[in-house]
């Protein structure tokens, strides 16, 4: 898989503050970047509601540039921890037209229960995955999940630009892996409120020049009541659903 994307005039993230990296994604919804459906993933509960400490299923969906949100590639279409078998969730009407590719994770998010530094998996990229990886980097790619209906978004590494002259030469820039998701999940009493992926760069390794390496994928949850009710959850997504309409590349 090649990636080929004009990044002019699209800011480095490693020009951003660190403050940036620990936002989530969500910010970008109520300036119209990325596209929501009010229809989304069905979750393990028909009328939403757990008991603690039940598996809530995070569903992969896709990855695509920070600059150029209407092209996206499918979430395993870069090297990420992947189940041994892939099941695409069954989609609804409204998912096909939005575009979304539903697919199983390794992840294990259960309902109110509180997770640190959990592996998902241990992986060794070889040649081509570190292509795949510094593409994606290079283009300022994020991913795409969804969590009992709800879209939440990460960074999948960053670039350190190192131009400055070393003995006549011009450096190149250094790619990172982030290897580390830490979610943040908001409740009320028994039901999922909100839910955020943070991609720390304090978390990241260093790719660059490697033809393999061994990468440590890690992840934690925290879970924090709110006062928000089930059916106002969904008005901080409202604004995107006007967007164009994603368009699947191949």
């Known amino acids: 898989m090649q990636f080929h994307y004009r990044n002019k005039g699209s800011k480095n993230l490693n020009q951003l503050p660190m403050s940036f990296f620990l936002l989530n994604l969500n910010l970008y919804l109520s300036d119209g970047i990325f596209l929501w459906s009010q229809k989304m ?22 990855v695509g540039p920070l600059n150029n949100p209407n092209e996206t590639y499918q979430y395993y279409d870069l090297p990420f921890c992947s189940p041994e078998q892939l099941i695409p969730k069954k989609e609804t ?5 939005n575009g979304d590719r539903l697919t199983n994770t390794l992840y294990t998010l259960n309902f109110r229960q509180d997770k640190f530094d959990q592996i998902l998996c241990e992986k060794k990229l ?11 980097i290079s283009n300022e790619f994020y991913f ?39 979610f943040d999940a908001l409740y009320n009493d028994d039901q999922v409120i909100e839910i955020r992926a943070f991609s720390d760069p304090n978390y990241s390794v260093d790719i660059t020049d490697k033809t393999k390496i061994d990468i440590k994928f890690t992840y ?31």
């Open 126 to 136: 070889q040649k081509d995955d570190i292509t795949k990886f510094t593409n994606a």
């Open 41 to 62: 993933a069905a979750s393990s509960s028909v009328d939403h509601r757990y008991n603690v400490g039940d598996v809530v299923p995070l569903f992969a969906n896709i």
């Open 220 to 250: 934690s949850i925290s879970w924090n009541s709110t006062s928000i009710d089930y059916k106002s959850r969904m008005n901080k997504y409202s604004k995107a659903s006007l967007l164009p309409t994603q368009r699947k590349l191949h």
């Open 144 to 182: 795409q999940m969804y969590y009992d209906n709800l879209p939440l978004w990460g960074f999948t590494g960053k670039t350190e630009d190192e131009s400055w002259i070393t003995g006549g030469t011009k450096n190149r820039p250094k790619y990172y892996v982030f290897n580390h998701v830490q």
């Open 93 to 97: 009407l409204g998912e096909v037209l």
